[in-house]
């Protein structure tokens, strides 16, 4: 036993002292405070001991293989606990089905306790070490994540660094007027701080909750709230916040949690005059946090949700030698694959894969269809002005397209946030409800479903062929249309973001073997696409990746080369046959049906794509 703990402590002494002096440095820059430095330290050490015999022999593994999810075997899945299988065992008992998804990667959305009523989805939390009570206990928690990795199942859950809810004991004693805990949060007894603030700070939710500041008349104080007022922004100014927050990432990282998904990342440092977002501060917090995780449980990964374009994303991998994310969300290249639905149009998504793929390989971006949240129209509008777009009249094009106010839209959905000041408004609805399959199913349209499934087929096949870790939302494999039932509670009716949140009616997994039907027509396509990722070579990481102009703008073309191999992704993003113009020497196979071809003037039907291989 002593031996045991002799090598142990050696190993964590070696990986600390790799990280020291940097880790330090960083740490009292923010904070000149050596006595909570040291502090973090002893608590480093105290939360790597704790953690279990098994997680520390995954850590040892993954330091040996530290790319190990940059793997073209990766696929996730997103999930609510409760939609999906009702409680974290539900979730454990349905493990079989997601293996037959071919998942390895199992984003839990938030599950942490939260207030009824006041939780923004599980975002607002009111103790980061407790299960929601229906979901479920941390016993659970661990159970789950347990039987995940002996099924070779990767868990992944949201923490959110921003705020807490305003019932976290925290805010509750500063409520009361403790000053210690009044420090943790933006507590200002007068309004001139705050109008000072919102001169340069930009509202995330101007519709439902205006502002960045609550006023709490019991306590004759603001408190700042960038999101919903019960919501509370943490101040990381204050070295006690960080040394309590990492403590938090440590004891849920011990539970068995792989990868730790950074809630709201560039907002987390507040400096008066800015616009608060993607500041320096940020980058040092999250630099600290991976040398944190590198030496006391090295197998988890950090993934950045950073909602911004593409320049200020790319910053928050770090560099090679001071890495900052394992991973961050293709954002935009999600919302500009709607875009080109809407339009017909792939000239800025090939222009946005064109600078993706420049990138350093080991940039490892998650890319998706959908996700829980609404789409933003954050388009490139510099590029598209020479086109003749403005970005005003075409964010109201495309949410009216995507409500199906349009002539010729099949999808259905609804708008979050419509700011009749800005005129801008965001969309929310599932992949298969854009795609039409709900509207062909209403009115009962053979040809408009045929054509459905094809359009959300196509843009898997789509999302398959990027570089990086391709992440389904529950529901899609088998079709799932949107859910209107959230009208009628009161607790969610202010959110259209539940329209694409629903329960996942387990009746449709029943015709997934049925490719007659549609959701065994998805269910069994996906499988096969992703097999045939799993398996070509063209599908690795160090596979050099290109647009190849087919001169159509309506259809997009991916060129994959790797070791004398070539991948061509063709993917047709308009409803019209289309021809990509092509004279390739040689003979491809068409990787699902196995029929050899020479790539020359290929014809498309509408939303129909080709997958060929040499």
Partial sequence: MEKREKKNDSIFQ???????????????????NGDMFAELCSQMYEYYNCRSKKLKERDLKREKGPDWYHGKDMLGMMLYTDNFAGNMKGVKEKIPYLKECNINCLHLMPFLDTPKGRSDGGYAVADFRKV??????????????EKCHEEDINVC???????????????????????????????????EIPEKYEKTVPQVFPTTAPGNFTYLPETGHYVMTTFYPYQWDLNYRNPRVFNEMIYNFLYLTNQGIDIVRIDAVPYIWKELGTTCRNLKQVHTIVRMMRMIAEIVCPGVLLLGEVVMEPEKVVPYFGTVE???????????TMATTWNSIATGDIRLLKKQMDI?????????????LRCHDDIGWGLDYET??????????????????????????????????DDPVTQDARFCGTTASMCGIEKAGFEHDEEAMNAA??????????????????????GDELGQVNDYSYKNDPEKCADSRYIHRGKLPWELAEDKEDVTTVQGNIFQTLDRLEKIRRQEITFDKDADVYTYDVHD????????????????????FSNQEKTAWMQEKGMYRNLLTGEKTELKDIRLSGYEFLWYGN
Wanted: hydrophobic share 35%; glycine share 6%.
């Fill in 322 to 332: 001071k890495p900052e994310c394992h991973m961050l969300y293709n954002v935009t």
């Fill in 157 to 191: 859950m949201d923490f959110v660094m921003n705020h807490t809810s305003e019932d976290h004991e925290w805010a509750r004693r500063a409520r009361a007027g403790e000053g210690e805990y009044m420090s943790r949060y933006f507590f200002y007894d007068n309004e």
């Fill in 453 to 474: 499934v094809r359009e959300d087929i196509m843009l898997h096949a789509y999302m398959l062929t990027q570089s990086g870790i391709p992440m389904l939302y529950s």
């Fill in 14 to 32: 070696h990986r600390l002292e790799r990280h020291h002096d940097e880790l330090r440095w960083l740490y009292m820059e923010l904070y000149q």
């Fill in 553 to 572: 703008d309506s259809i997009l073309c991916v060129l994959r080369e790797y070791k004398g191999r070539r991948f061509f992704g063709i993917f047709n």
């Fill in 356 to 368: 993706v793929n420049q990138l350093p390989k080991q940039y490892v971006f998650l890319n998706y």
């Fill in 384 to 417: 598209m002005r020479p086109w003749g777009i403005k970005e005003i009249p075409h964010k109201r094009y495309l949410n009216d397209y995507f409500t199906g106010k349009i002539r010729g839209s099949v999808s259905r959905g609804e708008l979050y946030n």
């Fill in 132 to 145: 929601r009570p229906d979901l479920g206990t941390m016993k659970d928690l661990i159970e789950l994540t």
